[in-house]
């Protein structure tokens, strides 16, 4: 039986916490008697069939979905879509839950004399998936039965021939999506749902979107006004999704909308990285020589090859729920199982939180973890993995612990580099970013091009990242980043410190002596459900 | 002290030579004295014919000792694998099809040459292939004294009559199945004769069914192009092993209907090789997948024809003149 996340009162028998560091790890002792340290649960027992469960769940749909069999018929035309690289995280070990899925709706089709069948990776505004990244997420059955023959694709939000105007939300958000997902007689989209973000309408409206749609939730005024993002009813970027979704469901686009959901086995339960989801109480001696044979090891590798040994790594997660049907009874269904996962109930905010920031985020699979994400990652996803109200007070402190080195990808991240280096040096204020440079990255040619015939994030990309920090930026008093590229955390508007105690010696302008701490132990996620 | 003098003198030395040179090696035998020799048997009885040691009958067991099974493991992976890895450059496809099951597994094939058993030996996924027994036809791996033991060691194989009905066979395979091991199995019964495939016969389903043990159908391509039936002399190609879903006989099914069901299977996983797997999946579902037979009533050339690339006596044509580009 797996245990629930607990929260820890740190005391002076508490032994130093594991923050991690990027590509590298941290042991920091927190300041007893004021210091609290909130813990995930455990791993939860993943399903014993899953093969049985994704066949049950498209037998046995939610909502006023008929089964998938019933749905499919000869000469229609068919269009799967899935979500692309930044799920989940890190990647899982083959086979992928998306294969499984898609592999199981093929054979239906195939049953039903379905032809004419499209498969498309939903990745918005994301860089392209390479073909190796395309044959882990759906096998290499699917990509040769597939690719060869162009009916497995990236979808392309820059491409006006193959996207359709579907209309406009009663506040005039335009609906613009993928013309062959428009098209279909029926479209399926097959999610990971990681966090409480993913998933429900936000896939079809933002996956398979454009720029022309994204723009009106992808902005600073939604997600100042998310609180969280993380958190359904309280998001209006999930709102203003949802209000996309009723505008494609009443334009006849039909979805069967395909979830599932992971436990946060990340590090496996044993082999050399499970210390890493061990509380460090009960690490063993076995346990610590792994710890100190891996730091005493990533000590003497370069940054490139740590990046490479982390970025090889295929976490070992595991299918706890499939869901099937109509989009919202599914959603519905998925968000409550990963809560079951994610929620660790915490009283009170404190006056700062801690974070070790690890190497990986949903925008550098396979790549560098850039400062832009740096900051995405722990004003943006951590910073939001809240239920209630912030973790950290109004005006208090967030210390982040990651070395934010001053590097980018060229190939993934070039408009990112221009972003850093032009926009961040005239300002740092999202609302000013978005208003004054937004257009222009978001129209320029080359970073078009870049997108849609390389492997680049769109032009506007950076600009998304900084506005999802917004909402922690505009809450917090001030943001430190410990053990981070002195001139690249200032480019940021932050401050740079050597060590956590200096951190929080720092935070004493701010909050005053004696203040109280929160740190996320995280990863694995977990998700603060504060009161 | 007195010497004693014998009483030897010419003629007595004549007469022993004599008696030596008439005594034959069977004679001496004959005058060693029972229990020291076989007896002899008496008139009108039916002598018992000895149970022959090699066949059916030779007994593996030491060939699934632990210092057997290593030696066994380090020729596999110092020896047959690379061998394999040189000759028959094996794309395996499907293994993620296994990583929901565990316990003990009977694999079923389909066969066209020698180079089958050490290609699957060695491509089997862990922790299936270190601990498989392979069942070998009895007259031909067991023949004799020295194939026996060399069968046994090297391939871990047990005897499985095919020329005569013997429970014998499966009562040996299904026994080490209830143990832990898993089986590896050509239920075809022999090498394919002409690059088509032959019906299945049942051991792997009746096997199946006795253990409650899952078959994995294995469908192997491109074997028949290194070393087909008759050729002695093995010549590089690329292979291709496809492994199936683990299939579970249905209540109503006996070992006969289980069986087609195998050689279906099997076929699928020839035309996913063939073509795709979507086009695989089509054609299956509309009772469309081509058969492993070949075409049936026709003439021998046609079936031949029909093989195309995968016929096994194809050559690449010889370039006559030189690319000039």
């Known amino acids: 039986m797996p245990r629930p996340g607990f929260v820890l009162e740190v005391d002076r028998s508490t032994p130093p916490i594991l923050f991690h560091h990027g590509e590298q790890f941290r042991l920091e002792k927190l300041p007893p008697g004021r210091s609290r340290v909130i813990y995930p649960a455990e791993p939860l027992e993943p399903l014993e069939d899953i093969e049985g469960a994704i066949r049950d769940a498209l037998l046995n749909p939610l909502g006023d979905s008929q089964p998938l069999p019933s749905l499919l018929k000869p000469g229609m035309k068919l269009t799967i879509a899935f979500d692309d690289i930044s799920l989940p995280l890190p990647p899982m070990k083959r086979p992928d839950v998306r294969q499984r899925v898609i592999e199981q709706v093929l054979d239906i089709a195939a049953a039903a004399g379905v032809d004419d069948v499209h498969i498309i990776a939903a990745l ?34 820059e491409d006006p021939d193959n996207l359709t105007f579907i209309g ?40 398979l979107s454009s720029y022309r749609s994204l723009r009106h939730h992808h902005n600073v005024q939604t997600m100042q006004h998310s609180r969280s993002f993380m958190d359904q009813h309280k998001s209006e970027l999930h709102s203003s999704n949802w209000r996309m979704g009723k505008v494609l469901r009443d334009s006849g686009v039909k979805v069967f909308q395909i979830e599932t959901t992971l436990n946060n086995d990340v590090f496996g339960q044993d082999g050399p990285m499970s210390v890493l989801q061990k509380r460090e109480w009960e690490w063993g001696t076995r346990d610590r020589l792994a710890f100190l044979a891996m730091k005493k090891g990533l000590d003497k590798l370069s940054p490139k090859a740590r990046r490479q040994i982390f970025h090889s790594w295929k976490a070992p997660h595991n299918v706890t729920s499939v869901q099937a049907g109509e989009v919202e009874a599914v959603h519905e269904r998925t968000t409550s199982h990963v809560y079951e996962q994610h929620l660790v109930p915490i009283e009170g905010q404190a006056d700062i939180l801690t974070m070790g920031l690890p190497y990986i985020c949903p925008y550098n699979v396979n790549s560098i973890m850039n400062p832009i994400l740096v900051m995405c990652l722990g004003l943006g996803y951590f910073f939001n993995l809240y239920r209630g109200q912030p973790l950290v007070r109004e005006g208090g402190v967030v210390i982040m612990s990651h070395p934010t080195p001053w590097e980018f990808h060229p190939v993934h991240h070039p408009s990112y580099i221009d972003f850093f280096e032009q926009v961040l040096a005239d300002t740092t204020d999202p609302k000013v970013i978005e208003d004054r440079y937004e257009k222009q990255f978001a129209e320029d040619e080359w970073y078009r091009h870049l997108y849609r015939t390389s492997y680049a994030y769109h032009g506007v990309h950076p600009f998304y990242m900084w506005y999802w920090g917004a909402h922690g930026m505009q809450h917090v008093g001030r943001t430190i980043i410990v053990g981070g590229d002195t001139r690249a955390v200032r480019r940021m508007g932050f401050m740079p410190a050597s060590t956590l105690q200096d951190a929080l010696e720092m935070a004493t302008d701010v909050v005053g002596r004696d203040a109280t701490i929160t740190h996320v132990h995280n990863p694995p996620i977990l998700m603060a459900d504060v009161t | 002290m007195a010497r004693t003098r014998l009483p030897v003198n010419g003629r007595t030395l004549a007469q022993l030579a004599a008696a030596t040179t008439k005594t034959s090696a069977a004679s001496v035998v004959r005058r060693v004295p029972f229990p020291y020799r076989p007896p002899t048997v008496p008139a009108g009885v039916e002598p018992k014919r000895p149970e022959p040691k090699t066949g059916g009958n030779y007994d593996t067991e030491w060939a699934r000792s632990y210092p057997a099974r290593l030696a066994r493991v380090l020729l596999v992976e110092g020896l047959v694998r690379p061998a394999v890895e040189l000759l028959a450059a094996p794309t395996i496809k499907g293994v993620d099809r296994l990583l929901d099951t565990d316990g003990p597994l009977i694999f079923a094939a389909n066969h066209h040459s020698h180079v089958d058993t050490p290609l699957l030996l060695s491509t089997l996924p862990e922790p299936w292939r270190h601990r498989i027994i392979i069942g070998a036809a009895a007259d031909y791996f067991f023949g004799s004294r020295l194939t026996a033991p060399v069968s046994a060691l090297v391939i871990g194989a047990i005897p499985i009559e095919r020329s005569r009905v013997s429970r014998k066979s499966s009562d040996d395979a299904a026994a080490l199945i209830d143990e832990g091991w898993s089986f590896l199995i050509f239920p075809e019964g022999g090498r394919s004769p002409d690059g088509w495939g032959q019906p299945f016969r049942g051991g792997a389903a009746y096997l199946s069914l006795r253990c409650n043990v899952p078959v994995v159908p294995i469908h192997v391509e491109g074997t028949s192009r290194i070393m087909r039936k008759g050729s002695k002399v093995p010549k590089p190609a690329p292979t291709t092993i496809t492994f199936g879903t683990p299939m579970w006989p249905t209540d109503d099914e006996d070992s006969r209907k289980f069986a087609a069901r195998i050689e279906a299977a099997v076929g699928q996983l020839a035309d996913e090789t063939a073509t795709d797997w979507w086009t695989a999946r089509r054609r299956a579902h509309r009772n469309e997948t081509p058969s492993l037979q070949g075409p049936g009533s026709v003439g021998a050339w046609r079936r031949t024809w029909s093989l195309g690339d995968r016929s096994p006596k194809r050559r690449r044509a010889k370039r006559a003149w030189p690319d000039l580009g």
């Open chain 1, 124 to 157: 918005a505004l994301h860089r392209r998936m390479t073909e190796s990244e395309l044959r882990h997420a759906l096998g290499d059955r699917i990509y040769d039965a597939f690719a060869p023959h162009g009916a497995l694709y990236n979808h392309d939000a």
């Open chain 1, 168 to 207: 406009a939300t009663d506040r005039g958000e335009e609906v613009e999506i993928n013309k062959r997902a428009a098209e279909s007689d029926l479209l399926i989209y097959v999610n990971i749902n990681l966090v409480a973000m993913d998933g429900g309408w936000k896939s079809t409206a933002t996956g």
